[in-house]
């Protein structure tokens, strides 16, 4: 009588690159630059091992592969909010990018506060990243001084230190602001509030292209038509409402708008309509960042263009060839154009000049 059996079972080891190797007659080289996209190989040598790949249910050891390699393909990327719209396409493209060469995106966001930024940023670093990639929310270049100096290549984006020297990836805020501001002075605005962003690039640089368009068109700059917010990336809705309701409670009120980013100039057009004015006919608003939603909106929003997924596209290719690099290359820095993109609400009809815009500047 058997009381108890006991079942051994032998598990099958895991597949390896050299058995795939061994199996095609390739050497492990090879199966390796296939599974990183890697250009030198050819058309039919790919199939084969990407079929046999596929067969094998091979997944690859990230682990032993970075003790070989001494990487971990991790790239990280750090933002003030996943959730605004700008943020998420470029990290959308800059993933895009990385995938094809074998690198994951990890994404970490700091809510917009720099302490908290630089908690993320450490944990990040503790994973070995290849590269970090940040939007940042700090006023301080201190953190990602010493990052630049001691840590893995570091790429800027959309917001930058005058005295860091590091890569940089983003738009021209100055030409913000000024296209934004030119364009409202164009459809006959003459009080225009600017809801301005905080004490960082994008934010500085769009309030002095707003200052330099009044005082080309020799237009008072009045201090309380400016109104700066407590955050910008967070919560951007919100504070729109409540930065707008400040301005119509002026006298006289501002007859344009043009806020710091497409969700704050959202908040700006709920508080307008709230009151019960017009958009554009009592108050014209255009935004910055021409999210994908802006043609959906009530009133179709008019903003300036940041050629956002080209940032994203950008900087992985810029994180590409600092990782392919051999050397220890400069750092470099990419400025993109803005461009206008006209809008239901900034269409004012003005008198002998039909529509406000000009050919030239209208984008939808």
Do not use: W
């Not at 003030?80 to 995106?105: E, M, N, T, W």
């Amino acid at each position: 009588m058997i009381v108890g059996a006991v079942l051994y079972i032998d598990a099958m080891p895991p597949t390896t690159m050299k058995d795939i190797a061994r199996d095609l007659g390739v050497s492990v080289v090879t199966v390796s630059k296939v599974l990183r996209n890697h250009e030198d190989i050819g058309d039919e040598t790919r199939k084969r091992v990407l079929a046999r790949v596929k067969e094998l249910k091979y997944t690859p050891n990230l682990a032993a592969r970075s003790l070989v390699t001494g990487r971990t393909y991790l790239v990280g990327l750090v933002v003030p909010d996943l959730l605004h719209p700008f943020f998420a396409q470029i990290a959308k493209s800059l993933s895009a990018v990385l995938r094809k060469k074998g690198y994951c995106l990890t994404i970490s966001t700091s809510e917009e506060d720099p302490k908290l930024e630089e908690q993320e940023i450490d944990r990040l670093l503790g994973r070995r990243l290849d590269a970090l990639i940040i939007a940042t929310a700090s006023t301080n270049s201190s953190v990602l001084g010493r990052i630049s100096t001691a840590g893995p290549p570091l790429i800027l984006i959309d917001r930058r230190f005058a005295d860091l020297d590091a890569n940089y990836v983003g738009i021209d805020d100055e030409a913000v602001g000024a296209l934004a501001t030119e364009h409202l002075i164009e459809i006959g605005c003459r009080r225009i509030a600017h809801l301005r962003g905080p004490d960082i690039s994008p934010g500085l640089g769009r309030l002095k292209g707003y200052l330099n368009a009044l005082a080309k068109h020799k237009m008072e700059q009045r201090p309380e038509l400016i109104s700066k917010p407590r955050t910008a990336d967070v919560n951007s809705r919100e504070t729109g409402v409540e930065l707008m309701r400040q301005m119509l409670a002026l006298s006289p009120r501002p007859d344009g708008v043009f806020c710091y980013n497409d969700p704050m100039a959202i908040g700006a057009m709920h508080a307008i309509l709230d009151a019960g004015l017009r958009i554009p006919n009592d108050i014209a608003v255009i935004g910055s960042g021409n999210l994908h939603y802006d043609t959906e909106l009530i009133v179709p929003l008019s903003s300036i263009d940041q050629q956002t997924e080209q940032i994203g596209e950008r900087a992985g290719r810029l994180t590409l060839s600092l990782l392919e690099s051999k050397g220890q290359p400069k750092n470099r820095t990419f400025i993109l154009e803005p461009q206008l993109v006209v809008r239901a609400s900034t269409e004012r009809k003005i008198a002998g000049r039909g529509s406000s815009a000009s050919p030239a500047s209208r984008r939808r």
